[in-house]
């Protein structure tokens, strides 16, 4: 059974960076598409990022653009988000899921009902 493990969150300052990590257990994800999300409190969870299974096709939500960069390493089957000038509104719980299709959907990919498993998240706070 797969199973999604995030990590690399963590307390940081406006301005910083993390790197996120999603690894898989249980089943390969080099036949899925990746996305990310987050929920911030009190907000509906948003998708920010999706990663097809070859890594050859990106998409990533306006408010991230330019400062986040997905990427995965099939070999060690795990998938990364690099999150750089990290803001205050960046501070969320971070979710990864895998898609239902190894491509992420062109007009849907940021929708939760895109993607069947899900990870438990890990908490990233932006904060002075």
């Known amino acids: 059974q797969l199973q999604l493990v995030e990590s690399g969150g963590g307390l940081v300052q406006p301005g910083g960076s993390l790197r996120l990590s999603c690894a898989a257990s249980?089943?390969?994800?080099?036949?899925?598409?990746i996305g990310w999300f987050r929920q911030a409190p009190g907000k509906e969870r948003e998708g920010i990022s999706c990663?097809?299974?070859?890594?050859?096709?990106?998409y990533y939500e306006d408010s991230v653009k330019g400062r986040f960069s997905i990427s995965r390493d099939n070999a060690k089957n795990t998938v990364y988000l690099q999150m750089n000038s990290l803001k205050p509104e960046d501070t969320a719980v971070y979710y990864c899921?895998?898609?239902?299709?190894?491509?992420?959907?062109?007009?849907?990919?940021?929708?939760?009902?895109?993607?069947?498993?899900w990870g438990r998240g890990t908490q990233v706070t932006v904060s002075s």
């Open positions: 990663i097809s299974s070859s890594a050859r096709f990106t």
């Open positions: 249980g089943k390969s994800l080099d036949t899925y598409a």
């Open positions: 899921a895998t898609a239902k299709y190894s491509y992420c959907s062109t007009y849907a990919w940021g929708r939760s009902d895109e993607y069947d498993s």
